[in-house]
Nanobody
Framework: QVQLVESGGGLVQAGDSLRLSCAAS????????MGWYQQAPGKQRELVAR???????YYEDSVKGRFTISRDNVKNTVFLQMNSLKPEDTADYYC??????????????WGKGTLVTVSS
């Protein structure tokens, strides 16, 4: 029905940058908010950044000034530019989207996650 596919994770050193991408496809009528969560080993999944369809953004305090979320509404894609990465940013990163499907109802959809590992 709807799929979210992430890409861009990997192994980097502290101070490096990565750019995550997440493309939504399928029976989509409209996409409201899109965003990224992180889940570190042994911890709960937490919101990192979110962007509304109008471009309003939210960032978790620990990533403010380092991460930038953006979206391409034509391509149904959301990006997370991560700069000045720290070892504590190591986690699985999950994309989500609040989507209204063509059948007329809305719900959150999730990607399968992409691993970001930051070595010191």
């Amino acid at each position: 029905q709807v799929q979210l596919v992430e890409s861009g994770g990997g192994l980097v050193q502290a101070g490096d940058s990565l750019r995550l991408s997440c493309a939504a496809s399928g029976s989509i009528f409209s996409i409201n908010a899109m965003g990224w969560y992180q889940q570190a080993p042994g911890k709960q999944r937490e919101l990192v950044a979110r962007v509304t369809s109008g471009g309003r953004t939210y960032y978790e305090d620990s990533v403010k000034g380092r991460f930038t979320i953006s979206r391409d509404n034509v391509k149904n894609t959301v990006f997370l530019q991560m700069n000045s990465l720290k070892p504590e940013d190591t986690a699985d990163y999950y994309c989500y989207a609040d989507i209204t499907v063509r059948a007329g109802y809305g719900m959150d959809f999730w990607g399968k996650g992409t691993l970001v590992t930051v070595s010191s």
